[in-house]
């Protein structure tokens, strides 16, 4: 996705922001900021995101 | 008297004559032995746990019978009993050496012939796996070898992906540029002895003063931006309470220094005298050392067995520096209950020996700065001059600059081998051929 592609929310019709969003893994948790409805909180992961940072911070946390 | 109580039934050798016998895990109070009885020999009992934590709780493996007609030791060269694949494969390319030390595996006879640069080239081609393999050069000391430079370059040629070197450091202190060269040939990290940080230490184990020269190797190592792990070989009355001291020296030397690998000494190769219990330094009590020696900044939920050898082989700590803190990335208690099975573990651990040993090229080779450390905590509030550990874009840019090791291998000599154990070796040397479980590639038995 280009950074100035707008991305709309398909359930209420927003248009998603970028805001924190927290996760957590095997007992560590982690923020970032992803898109987000503003309505309904739902996030946006992109493929990129999930292939890229999100992975490494996975592996990183895994054990051998 | 204690009762004695059998754990598990398993096989070993007599440690005089090597015959292959069986053996047991039996428990005496807190206490467990390998047990076994050879007809021309006698008894042997060899401690392998001391009772600080469970072993039960430690082991939790499936552990099954062992197979009628297992060729072990004699017939190694992976057959089809052995349970794990190569994660590192050891390639000695001399038995030549420059020190003379009390304790060596390899007991190298100086003044041998050397294997050919043909023949070590021929070696490197049979044995990698294009992109995959971790070769580990050793020896003997294979900075003796003239050719070095070139038998790594070759091993990068050949496909390796990681070249380890296995080095006292001797040259690598004394000689710059051969450490500039190494670096140039894709040597992706150093297996540095280091066996404390007195003089005294050395001098009992390698008959002469050292630190100043492991202290340039190691400075050496990060001016070409080689990753250096600390290896101690620990002998009981000489360095074990050494072993505060020498996490304490690699934790100020980060990122230089990548980690310590701790090796309780074993009693093959050259030894001064067949050992007795007292002189056997078990992973529970390395464990328990460890802990309290470092003050709790390493704390023992935190060094987990590994997956890719037996639980009493072997563990491993991953830690990274965060704002002066020493924080654990895994614990033993939180431990995933699956692992992915679709993941070789040997290849998960060499994947994770890679990344944690390799130094990204982006690391500034600024002198060092001794950091000051604390208890590890996560939640420590963050000071202006650090990042929030919290932050994913944060944490993985300290996960590969700042990133400590603590790990260890209890090598299995003629007292305490233990054929479960060697099944799911995945230490391997390479030799005529065949890749070897290092255990018992340098099995050596005792004079009674």
């Known amino acids: 996705m280009a950074d100035t592609e707008k991305l709309i929310c398909s359930k209420c019709n927003k248009e998603l922001e970028l805001k924190r969003t927290n996760f957590s893994y095997l007992g560590h948790s982690f923020f970032t900021d992803l898109p987000k409805c503003p309505q309904c909180g739902m996030v946006y992961l992109s493929e990129e995101f999930v292939k890229g940072r999100m992975s490494e911070v996975e592996m990183q946390l895994e054990d051998k | ?448």
Request: hydrophobic share 35%; charged share 25%.
């Open chain 2, 1 to 448: 008297m204690v009762d004695e109580k059998l754990l598990y039934n398993t096989k070993s050798v007599c440690p005089i004559c090597l015959k292959p016998i069986a053996a047991a895990r039996v428990s005496r109070g807190k206490e467990i032995f390998l047990k076994k009885t050879c007809s021309d020999h006698g008894t042997f009992e060899t401690i392998i746990w001391r009772g600080h934590y469970d072993i039960n709780k430690w082991i939790n493996i499936d552990e099954p019978e062992l197979p009628e007609g297992l060729q072990c030791p004699t017939g190694c060269g992976l057959c089809a009993d052995h349970l794990n694949s190569t994660c590192c494969v050891v390639l000695n390319i001399t038995d030549r050496c420059n020190l003379d030390c009390n304790f060596c595996f390899a007991d190298p006879e100086n003044g041998a012939n050397d294997p050919s640069f043909d023949e070590i080239k021929k070696s490197l081609y049979n044995l990698v796996s294009k992109g995959k393999s971790l070769v580990q050069l050793s020896g003997g000391e294979p900075t003796v070898r003239k050719d070095l430079v070139e038998i790594v370059r070759t091993a990068k040629q050949a496909g390796a992906k990681y070249v380890q070197l296995n080095t006292n450091g001797v040259l690598l202190g004394e000689d710059k540029k051969l450490v500039k060269d190494l670096a140039e040939a894709g040597l992706s990290f150093v297996f540095l002895q280091f066996d404390g940080t007195e003089d005294a230490i050395y001098e009992k184990l390698r008959n002469k003063p050292l630190l100043s020269v492991k202290q340039k190797a190691i400075e050496n190592c990060a001016e070409f931006n080689i990753g250096v792990t600390l290896v101690a070989t620990l002998v009981r009355d000489v360095n074990v309470s050494n072993i505060g001291q020498i996490i304490n020296y690699a934790l100020e030397r980060i990122p230089h220094v990548r980690g310590v690998h701790f090796q309780p000494v074993s009693f093959f190769g050259r030894i001064p005298r067949m050992p007795s219990n007292n002189d056997r330094i078990t992973i529970d009590e390395l464990i328990y050392e460890i802990e309290s020696q470092s003050k709790n900044i390493i704390k023992a939920e935190n060094l987990l067995p590994s997956s890719c050898y037996h639980p009493l082989c072997s563990f491993h700590g991953d830690f990274v520096i965060h704002n002066g803190s020493v924080v654990p990335l895994q614990n033993f208690h939180k431990l995933e209950k699956e692992p992915n099975p679709t993941v070789n573990p040997a290849d998960r651990n060499r994947e994770f020996i890679g990344r944690r040993w390799e130094r990204p090229a982006s690391i500034k080779t600024d002198a060092f700065k001794p950091i000051v450390l604390k208890s590890a905590s996560p939640q420590n509030t963050p000071k202006p001059c650090c990042g929030n550990i919290h932050d994913m874009d944060y944490f993985l840019k300290i996960a590969k600059s700042q990133s400590f090791t603590i790990t260890s291998m209890l090598f299995q000599d003629a007292g305490n081998i233990d054929f479960s154990r060697l099944r799911k070796c995945s230490l391997h040397v390479y030799d005529n051929e065949k890749f070897i479980p290092f255990c018992s590639y340098y099995l050596s038995g005792w004079e009674q």
